[in-house]
C-alpha cells in the first residue's frame, strides 16, 4: 500500500501526532515517493520560492524572508519592474522554469513546489539557497552578447546570483536601474503591505488615508468616508449631540459632498458645513441653554422662559420674561420685575383688567407711577397735561384746571383795537376763552380778537332833539353817525355829526289816498308842524265836503251840465 506521509499520520511522517510540522511552520509539505517502501522522504518546501529546506528528523529553519511588494514574484507588476542582472552584470531571463534536469546538472535539491514550476519576474529561490536569489541568464539580451560571465562552457543556459531589486551592476559598483520598481497597489494609487515577510501570497492593497479600505493580492475598492475626518466637526457642533456628518457619496471621486445634518429636525447645511438646527433653549439641555433636564431658573422664580432665536447659530440667547402684570426680562439670567401700574393690568392699576383701558389717557390726562416695586399698588396717579399742574389723588382721574387767559394766544385780546377782555368761563374747559369788546362797543369772539360794533347814535341824541332819525354807516368806526330827515313832505340832506336842514313840502307830498278816489288833496301849511290835517276835496261835476285825513263822498249831478233837456222845454232828472 502507498502512503502520503505529508497527509498521513505515523511515527515517520510529517504529522507524528502532534501536528503537521510543516504546516505549523507556515510551509509546505512535499511528498516526492508515495510507495509503502519509500519512508521518510517528505520535504517541507518554503510556499513562496518552492525551495526544500528539510528532511525528517531535522529541524524546520525559517524560510528566507522578501517583500512581495517589491518582488516580482508579489505585487510587483510584470513588465513596469526594472530589469533584473545578476552579480557578474548579465541580464536575466524575463521569465524562465527549472526543470528536473536543470536541477540534476547543477546538483540542485530540487523538488516539492519548486519542482517545473516557472519564475515569472526574474529572480527567483526555488532551491533556498542562502546566497539568495539566482535567475537564468537572457542569451538573447543584446546586453549580454561577448560577455563571457553571460555564458557558462558546456551550459545550455547561464545562470547567477542577482543584485537587489532595482539596482543595475556598473563598473565600480551597483547603481539604481532607471524606472525603478511599480506595483498594482501603487499603480492604484494604494499603498502595498505584506503581512509576512515569510509567507507567500498574503499581500494586500490598502487605500491611502482619508480612503479607506484593503483588498488581498490586488488593488482594493477605496472608499472616501469624509464623516471619518468630520464626523467631530458635526457631533462636536452645539448643542452636542444635536447633528450628525452625512457624506451621500463615498466615491474617492465626490470628495467635499460631506455636509452636517440636524438629528431632530432633518435640517442639513451645504456642503461641508455645518447645519443650523431648531434649538428651543427652555427646552433643551446644553451648556448655555436654559434648561437643565427638569425646569429652567425662569420657572423656579415664577417667571417664563422665551428662547429669541431658537436655532443653534444662536445659543445663549434665551431671557427670563416676568409675568403679567410684572415687567422686565433679561438675557441668560433672572429678571429684575417692576410693576408699573400705569402699564400692567391689574384691579389696582390704571389700566384696568376688564377692557385692558387705561382711565388717564382716557381722560385724556397722563399717568404717572413713582414706585415700580412690585408690592407697591394703588399709588398711581393721573397728571392734567400742561399748561395745567393739576395732579390727582392717588388712584383717580385729575381734575385739570387751566386759566386759558393767562396763556399766550389769550394776548390777542389785550392786544386787540380797541382793547377786550379775555374772559375763560370753565377752566375745567378747554379751548372756551373768549374776547369781550369793551363798554360802548358789541361783539365777542372765542379763542381770538373780537369784531367790536360802536353805534354812534346811541350816544349822540341831536337827531332825535331835530325830530331826525340818527344813522350810523360804520359801526366799527368813529365819527360815522348821521342826522337824516324822516317826515314824508320834509327833504334835505344827511348832516355828518348834525341835524339836518329839513324843508316841509306839506303831507300831501307823497300821498296816493285823494288821488286813487279822483279827488285832490289839501294841506293847509299855516302850520308846519301840524300833523293829520290834509282833506280830500271833490272835483269837477262831483259835489260833497271835504274829508281830514281820507277821502271825501263825492256825488255827480248830471243835470249840471246836462243843457239838451232845457233847450227841449224839459225837466233833468238824475
Request: negative net charge; aromatic residues 4%.
Amino acid at each position: 500500500c502507498g502512503i502520503d506521509e505529508c497527509a498521513a499520520t505515523c511515527p515517520t511522517c510529517a504529522d507524528t501526532g502532534s501536528g503537521n510540522v510543516c504546516a505549523g511552520a507556515g510551509q509546505a509539505c512535499y511528498e516526492p515517493d508515495s510507495a509503502a517502501a519509500s519512508r521518510g522522504d517528505w520535504w517541507c518546501v518554503c510556499p513562496r520560492t518552492g525551495g526544500a529546506l528539510a528532511r525528517p528528523a531535522e529541524a524546520v529553519p525559517a524560510c528566507p524572508e522578501r517583500d512581495e511588494c517589491r518582488d516580482p514574484s508579489g505585487a510587483v507588476t510584470e513588465g513596469t519592474h526594472a530589469k533584473r542582472y545578476t552579480k557578474d552584470g548579465c541580464v536575466c531571463q524575463n521569465a524562465w522554469r527549472i526543470s528536473q534536469d536543470y536541477c540534476t546538472s547543477h546538483n540542485l535539491q530540487c523538488g516539492g513546489a519548486g519542482y517545473d514550476s516557472p519564475c515569472p519576474h526574474g529572480c527567483c529561490n526555488p532551491d533556498a539557497d542562502a546566497a539568495g536569489e539566482w535567475c537564468m541568464v537572457d542569451a538573447n539580451d543584446p546586453y549580454n552578447a561577448g560577455k563571457a560571465a553571460c555564458a557558462v562552457a558546456g551550459m545550455t543556459e547561464a545562470w547567477g546570483y542577482c543584485v537587489p531589486l532595482g539596482v543595475t551592476p556598473t563598473d565600480g559598483g551597483v547603481a539604481p536601474a532607471p524606472g525603478g520598481e511599480a506595483n498594482v497597489c501603487a499603480d492604484a494609487g494604494q499603498r502595498c503591505t505584506d503581512a509576512s515577510s515569510g509567507m507567500d501570497g498574503d499581500w494586500s492593497c490598502g487605500c491611502v488615508p482619508p480612503e479607506v479600505g484593503a483588498a488581498p493580492a490586488g488593488p482594493a475598492a477605496c472608499v472616501l468616508d469624509e464623516c471619518v475626518a468630520h464626523n467631530d466637526t458635526c457631533a462636536l457642533a452645539a448643542p452636542a449631540g444635536s447633528q450628525r456628518c452625512v457624506d451621500p457619496d463615498t466615491a474617492p471621486a465626490a470628495a467635499g459632498d460631506w455636509y452636517c445634518e440636524c438629528v431632530a429636525g432633518g435640517e442639513k447645511a451645504a456642503q461641508a458645513a455645518v447645519a443650523v438646527c431648531p434649538v428651543d433653549e427652555c427646552a433643551t439641555r446644553c451648556g448655555q441653554c436654559a434648561f437643565d433636564g427638569a425646569t429652567t431658573p425662569c420657572a423656579a422664580v415664577g417667571q417664563d422662559c422665551v428662547d429669541v432665536a431658537p436655532t443653534s447659530s444662536s445659543l445663549g440667547d434665551w431671557q427670563c420674561k416676568c409675568r403679567a402684570p410684572l415687567s422686565g426680562s433679561a438675557t441668560a439670567a433672572t429678571a429684575a420685575c417692576l410693576l408699573n401700574e400705569c402699564v400692567g393690568a391689574c384691579d389696582a392699576c390704571a389700566v384696568k383688567v376688564a377692557g385692558g383701558k387705561n382711565v388717564c389717557t382716557e381722560a385724556g390726562q397722563e399717568c404717572e407711577d413713582t414706585d415700580l416695586a412690585p408690592g407697591s399698588r394703588g399709588d398711581w396717579k393721573c397728571v392734567c397735561k400742561a399748561p395745567s399742574t393739576t395732579s390727582a389723588v392717588a388712584g383717580a382721574v385729575a381734575v385739570c384746571e387751566v386759566d386759558e387767559c393767562a396763556q399766550p394766544a389769550a394776548r390777542a385780546c389785550r392786544e386787540a383795537v380797541p382793547p377786550q377782555a379775555c374772559v375763560d368761563g370753565d377752566r375745567a374747559r378747554e379751548g372756551d376763552w373768549q374776547c369781550v369788546c369793551p363798554n360802548g362797543t358789541v361783539g365777542s369772539a372765542v379763542g381770538g380778537a373780537a369784531v367790536c360794533e360802536l353805534d354812534e347814535c346811541t350816544t349822540h341824541r341831536a337827531c332825535e332833539a331835530a325830530g331826525q332819525a340818527c344813522v350810523d354807516v360804520n359801526l366799527t368806526a368813529a365819527d360815522t353817525w348821521y342826522c337824516r330827515c324822516v317826515l314824508p313832505e320834509e327833504h334835505g340832506d344827511d348832516v355828518l355829526m348834525g341835524a339836518a336842514q329839513c324843508n316841509r313840502t306839506g303831507e300831501c307830498v307823497g300821498n296816493d289816498v285823494c288821488a286813487k278816489a279822483g279827488q285832490v288833496c289839501h294841506d293847509d301849511k299855516a302850520d308846519p308842524l301840524a300833523m293829520g290835517n290834509w282833506e280830500c276835496r271833490c272835483v269837477g261835476n262831483f259835489t260833497g265836503a271835504p274829508q281830514t285825513g281820507g277821502a271825501a263822498t263825492c256825488e255827480l249831478d248830471e243835470c249840471l251840465a246836462n243843457t239838451k233837456c232845457e233847450a227841449a222845454g224839459q225837466a233833468c232828472v238824475d
